[in-house]
T-cell receptor
Framework: GAGVSQTPSNKVTEKGKYVELRCDPI?????LYWYRQSLGQGPEFLIY????????DSGLPNDRFFAVRPEGSVSTLKIQRTERGDSAVYLC???????????FGSGTRLTVV | AQSVAQPEDQVNVAEGNPLTVKCTYS??????LFWYVQYPNRGLQFLLK??????LVKGSYGFEAEFNKSQTSFHLKKPSALVSDSALYFC??????????FGKGNQVVVIP
């Protein structure tokens, strides 16, 4: 597609449930990033993929968060046992390589009730 | 550690007047700096970046930014603001593995 696509655009889930957030990067982009944006804050880095492997997962807040990119294209961010504090907008971005500046998707707004 | 400060929560400016959004940064090594804009319920849109070279960087929609190494600043500017420029603006600095550290953002309100 022409841009980075994220689905769903909105997700409401109950505390304790499992959720998956999907990111479809721009075709051919090898680098993929996940960020989390809480209300009134700037985005915070979660994880970076170069190809299929997670090159840097230092931003994941705890072991309830996990992300995969099995074929080097689509990525899924997985959150287990969701908590109300996980409520935020989750942003995905991609770039042709680990170059400076990348294209963001519109995000998934996650609300944990 | 890397960090970005955007000291003003909101910037109000009359349409047609110059717009400035302030940003200071802290990072080890050479700074690679960015400005993004966010409209309601939309993702971040890239405006401009400084990697090296001329300290005055020109970007999208008539925006420009000036890199000042001695003041560790990267202020965003537009000579004549439009109502459609009303949005949330984020300054960011790149660090290891091309991650970005963002400021908290500035809400710009352009008054007709």
């Amino acid at each position: 597609g022409a841009g980075v696509s994220q689905t769903p655009s909105n997700k409401v889930t109950e505390k304790g449930k499992y959720v998956e957030l999907r990111c479809d990067p721009i075709s051919g982009h090898t680098a993929l990033y996940w960020y989390r944006q809480s209300l009134g804050q700037g985005p915070e880095f979660l994880i970076y993929f170069q190809g299929t492997g997670a090159a840097d997962d230092s931003g994941l807040p705890n072991d309830r968060f996990f992300a995969v990119r099995p074929e080097g294209s689509v990525s899924t961010l997985k959150i287990q046992r969701t908590e109300r504090g996980d409520s935020a907008v989750y942003l995905c971005a991609s770039s042709p390589r680990a170059s400076y500046g990348y294209t963001f998707g519109s995000g998934t707004r996650l609300t944990v009730v | 550690a890397q960090s970005v400060a955007q000291p003003e929560d909101q910037v109000n400016v009359a349409e047609g007047n110059p717009l400035t959004v302030k940003c200071t940064y802290s990072v080890s090594g050479n700074p690679y700096l960015f400005w993004y804009v966010q409209y309601p319920n939309r993702g971040l849109q890239f405006l401009l970046k400084y990697i090296t070279g001329d300290n005055l960087v020109k970007g999208s929609y008539g925006f420009e930014a000036e890199f000042n190494k001695s003041q560790t600043s990267f202020h965003l500017k537009k000579p004549s603001a439009l109502v459609s420029d009303s949005a949330l603006y984020f300054c960011a600095v790149s660090y290891g593995n091309n991650r970005l550290a963002f400021g908290k953002g500035n809400q710009v309100v352009v008054i007709p």
